[in-house]
């Protein structure tokens, strides 16, 4: 069996755990799920890129990390100081890409998944900025020259809803997806359902290492809006702006205003939505606007929204996250579970290399 030759470019959290699972987990990858992987190429922004055809040493590069040392360092590699050069030299059949990227900023990783694509390897990626941004060029990309970009671990982290969609429900027509995509929003929504006030609870996500130091991102919604405009393109096929996701955080909420909430038997959630709509504002069926039977356009928000506690997306609490599925047929799906995490993250890329190694 060849094996799969793999450039994983970005060596951090992400990064070095899909290495080390790759490495301690070999034996039984391949008699599973017949995967044989190569790494052949490993690249940071502080080492460049480094190659061996034979392939590189996992241990040696997780020790060489560990121990602060450059990854050049490692015995009989090619070097390249620019990345984008390494990557058109490389023989590689599979890009990972997890690389540090700013929320609703596509770079670097959108640079590597275009030139990947373009050389006709496949790709998997864990940065949402890249696919929020472009994720239906890159797919027609992919598409077009005849290789797999798959991006799990962009929403929920792993938790398998996108191959949800696109495998588990292939055939279906998804005409609404409403969620809750981000779980420190959520666990300070859960604590201020408790009692807490808003900066409160803040402070104690903070101290249990759930939220940033600099918390925007997820509070003021930037995260569950990248996930939307992510879910726009694999579900909907349509690509919209950032600008287009009608946006509200959820800093100004009050406690007054989640206890209210709750006497009045609901919960407030910060929801992500998109439905198909007509232009006059009436929901329309999928296949109405897949037939371009009438002009339709697809609503996105994200939103603080007081859910009645028979909606199963009320009972979502703490780091948990849920994605709700509506298809034309009126069958709803629910995938459940955590929003974030390095193992889920990796967990969702490795899920993608076996997907990529059982099609090619
Ligand atoms: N951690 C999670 O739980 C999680 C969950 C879901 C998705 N993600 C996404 O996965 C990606 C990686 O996350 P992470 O937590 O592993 O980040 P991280 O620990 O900060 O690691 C980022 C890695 O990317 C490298 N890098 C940065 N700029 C680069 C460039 N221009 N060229 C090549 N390499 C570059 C960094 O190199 P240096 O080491 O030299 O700085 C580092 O090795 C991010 O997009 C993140 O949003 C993370």
Redesign the pocket.
């Known amino acids: 069996m060849r094996p799969l030759r793999l450039a994983l470019?970005?060596?951090?959290?992400?990064?070095q755990w899909l290495a080390e699972a790759l490495h301690t987990r070999r034996a039984w990858l391949e008699q599973e799920y017949g995967l044989v992987v190569s790494l052949i190429a490993v690249?940071?922004?502080?080492?460049g890129m480094i190659s061996r055809d034979d392939g590189l040493d996992i241990p040696t590069l997780l020790d060489l990390v560990a121990t602060r040392q450059p990854l050049t360092a490692h015995p009989a590699v090619t070097h390249w100081a620019d990345?984008l050069e390494g990557l058109q030299a490389t023989s590689a059949d599979v890009l990972a890409e997890?690389?540090?990227?700013t929320l609703l900023n596509a770079e670097?990783?959108l640079s590597y998944i275009r030139t990947a694509l373009g050389k006709r390897m496949h790709v998997v990626t864990?940065?949402?900025g890249p696919m929020a941004l472009a994720g239906l060029e890159l797919l027609a990309l992919a598409r077009a020259q005849g290789v797999q970009l798959r991006m799990e671990?962009?929403v929920m982290?792993g938790t398998p809803v996108l191959s949800t969609i696109r495998e588990g429900m292939a055939g279906t027509r998804i005409c609404a997806i409403r969620g809750i995509l981000n779980g420190t929003a959520n666990s300070i929504l859960s604590a201020m359902a408790r009692g807490s006030d808003y900066a409160e609870a803040l402070a104690q996500a903070q101290v249990l290492g759930y939220a940033e130091a600099d918390p925007t991102d997820d509070v003021a919604g930037d995260d569950s809006v990248a996930k939307t405009l992510i879910l726009a393109a694999v579900a909907f096929g349509r690509a919209l702006a950032p600008s287009q996701v009608v946006r509200q955080g959820i800093t100004t909420l009050t406690r007054e205003q989640v206890q209210q909430a709750n006497a009045f038997g609901t919960r407030i959630k910060h929801v992500a939505s998109l439905r198909l709509l007509s232009l006059d504002g009436t929901e329309v069926s999928r296949e109405t606007a897949d037939n371009g039977l009438v002009p339709t356009r697809l609503e996105a928000r994200v939103e603080p929204l007081a859910l009645p506690l028979s909606d199963p997306l009320a009972r979502i609490d703490g780091l948990l996250n849920a994605v709700a599925i509506q298809t034309d047929t009126e069958a709803s799906v629910m995938v459940i579970g955590p929003g974030?995490?390095?193992f889920?993250?990796g967990q969702g890329m490795l899920a993608d290399l076996i997907a990529i190694g059982k099609a090619t």
């Open positions: 470019f970005g060596f951090g959290t992400v990064g690249a940071t922004a502080h080492h990345v997890a690389t540090g990227a670097p990783g864990s940065s949402k671990s962009t982290s974030a995490g390095r889920q993250a």
